[in-house]
């Protein structure tokens, strides 16, 4: 089981700017993707970004250009910094990662609001 906690979300107001943490309890190099997620509400969980062993990213239409997904292996943290927020980016965000072996794991969310 891995443990994922997510951090750094909060209000801010449109164009501003948040970085989230998401700290797991084993080495970053023994996942094969790490990815943040976002669900608001009335809607569906979405992938917002992902990174793979490889350093292989991915980013929804929505957030390229805005959203930079890194991670710091000495840390064993992931990170999403949020540049230039729009209204519609607010959610709750995710951490998810898949190990080696294939399993999934969820960070229980931090809740992002960005006002008008």
């Known amino acids: 089981q891995v443990l994922l906690v997510e951090s750094g979300g909060g209000l801010v107001q449109a164009g501003g700017s948040l970085r989230l943490s998401c700290a797991a309890s084993r080495s970053t190099y023994s996942f094969n993707v790490m990815a943040w997620y976002r669900q608001a509400p009335g809607k569906q969980r979405e992938l917002v970004a992902s990174?793979?062993?490889?350093?292989?990213?991915n980013y929804a239409d929505s957030v390229k250009g805005r959203f930079t997904i890194s991670r710091d292996n000495a840390k064993n943290t992931l990170y999403l910094q949020m540049n230039s927020l729009k209204p519609a980016d607010t959610a709750v965000y995710y951490c998810?990662?898949?190990?080696?072996?294939?399993?999934?794991?969820w960070g229980q969310g931090t809740q992002v609001t960005v006002s008008s």
């Open positions: 998810r990662t898949q190990t080696r072996l294939g399993d999934w794991s």
């Open positions: 990174i793979t062993s490889g350093d292989s990213v």
